[in-house]
């Protein structure tokens, strides 16, 4: 055997070796699947009921309030005349930073899914969260840190 096939065997040998003592056997080659939620089991699981969307209003940080309340004074001070003025301004301006308020918080929503879920000792429980949820009506869900997890 010449000198460099002598060398290659040792390094075989000593790749193969490594891998050997790295390996832990079939068993441990995958991760077992979790067991499915049960309520018989699983005291902080609970089925969900329903699944919907709904509209939550946004903030309104004062722009639209201030807007409405300029556009509302002005509106106002185009009635009567006097004191009858007077009050139709202070009147339109109350109104629309009212109106201009309510405006900017519609402008400002978004949408959420709430779920709600019958516990198991009873207790129905309403969860919101920003995307879809992977589950439905019926499936069986556990409570983690005031949020839902299948």
Known sequence: MTM???A???LA???SAGALAQ???PERSYKQKPEPLSLETCQRCGTVESVRE???KGEANGAGMVGGAVIGGLLGNQIGKGSGRAVATVGGAVAGGYVGNEVQKNANSRMVW???????DGTLRTFEQDG????RSGSIVRVR???LSF
Do not use: H, I
Not at 114 to 120: D, S
Not at 132 to 135: A, D, G, K, L
């Open 145 to 147: 840190n005031n949020s």
């Open 4 to 6: 460099q096939k002598l």
């Open 23 to 25: 390996y832990d056997g």
């Open 132 to 135: 879809r949820p992977r589950w």
């Open 54 to 56: 709904e509209k939550r």
């Open 8 to 10: 290659f065997a040792v």
């Open 114 to 120: 709430v779920t709600e879920v019958r516990m198991k």
């Open 13 to 15: 040998a000593t790749l």
